[in-house]
Nanobody
Framework: QVQLVESGGGLVQAGGSLRLSCAAP????????MGWYRQAPGKQRELVASIISGTTTNYADSVKGRFTISRNNAKNTLYLQMNSLKPEDTAVYYC????????WGQGTQVTVSS
């Protein structure tokens, strides 16, 4: 089973920005319908953004207007641009399909300080 690789996380102050990336190994092509999930300590993993057939995007209310999901087909990479970050955005972020089909990767840690 394919495992995707997330990167781009880090420590940022509230109000700051980060861009997360999700790439597939080798010649594997990421499917057109994908999502970004996050899991905060002690909480269940939640889907925060999705892109359907490479075009239509959906967002959880908690991130709407601040996060943008996109993909670059030439680079076979999925992105999550996160602006106006809040301490409650602190979590490990993962990429996968909205109905998960890939093996869960290690994710990338995002920590937002107040």
């Amino acid at each position: 089973q394919v495992q995707l690789v997330e990167s781009g996380g880090g420590l940022v102050q509230a109000g700051g920005s980060l861009r997360l990336s999700c790439a597939a190994p080798g010649s594997i092509t990421i499917i057109n319908t994908m999502g970004w999930y996050r899991q905060a300590p002690g909480k269940q993993r939640e889907l925060v953004a999705s892109i359907i057939s490479g075009t239509t995007t959906n967002y959880a209310d908690s991130v709407k207007g601040r996060f943008t999901i996109s993909r670059n087909n030439a680079k076979n990479t999925l992105y999550l641009q996160m602006n106006s970050l809040k301490p409650e955005d602190t979590a490990v972020y993962y990429c996968n399909a909205p109905t998960p089909i890939y093996r869960w990767g290690q994710g990338t840690q995002v920590t937002v300080s107040s």
